[in-house]
């Protein structure tokens, strides 16, 4: 996947310290063979440290990329709804940036959507989700409900046209859906 690189800057003690007990320095060690022990003062070398990121970490919610296809660990999810069924979502996963991560991410805007995995997962739907939804795509159109009445109002709505939502799941069943509209 993508990665963002950052270098840092590490101070690390580099302390030669020899024989700390010897009383004079450059005096001969009868123990050693007549070797000459010294003090050396504490010197400091800094470091480059490279760290590697990679873009999808800087994901918004529980991330991108739960580590496999299968159904979601618990967590709030952002992608696109491909299809729904009274019980279940098809859902399309996607990494969903804001903030400083939006420029990691190769966005420009407030907020930056990409979608690289074409994996398409089926979740449960809890009988007792709860949706917050805009019919007209308009913020001051929201409406608090019912799956049911979600899956009603969305069933003409073309897939490619529908927004971009997250699901918020709880034991592999998705409790909360709410669309987003940025």
Request: proline share 4%; net charge negative.
């Amino acid at each position: 996947g993508e990665v963002a690189e950052t270098t840092t800057t590490e101070t690390v003690p580099d302390t030669m310290a020899l024989d700390e007990g010897a009383e004079d320095e450059g005096a001969l060690d009868e123990a050693d063979g007549g070797a000459t022990t010294t003090t050396a003062a504490p010197t400091t070398t800094t470091q480059p440290t490279t760290t590697t990121t990679a873009i999808y970490e800087l994901a918004d919610g529980a991330g991108c990329t739960p580590g496999f296809d299968g159904a979601l660990p618990d967590g709030r999810w952002y992608g696109f709804v491909t299809m729904m069924t009274e019980t279940s979502v098809e859902f399309d996963l996607a990494c969903h940036f804001s903030g400083s991560a939006v420029t990691a991410a190769g966005g420009t805007g407030a907020t930056h959507v990409t979608n690289v995995n074409d994996t398409l997962r089926t979740i449960a739907v809890a009988a007792e989700a709860n949706v917050t939804w805009y019919p007209s795509m308009d913020p001051a159109d929201e409406v608090v409900g019912t799956y049911a009445d979600w899956m009603a109002g969305r069933a003409e709505v073309a897939v490619a046209d529908r927004p971009g939502v997250w699901l918020d799941t709880v034991s592999g069943a998705v409790v909360i859906v709410t669309e987003s509209l940025g």
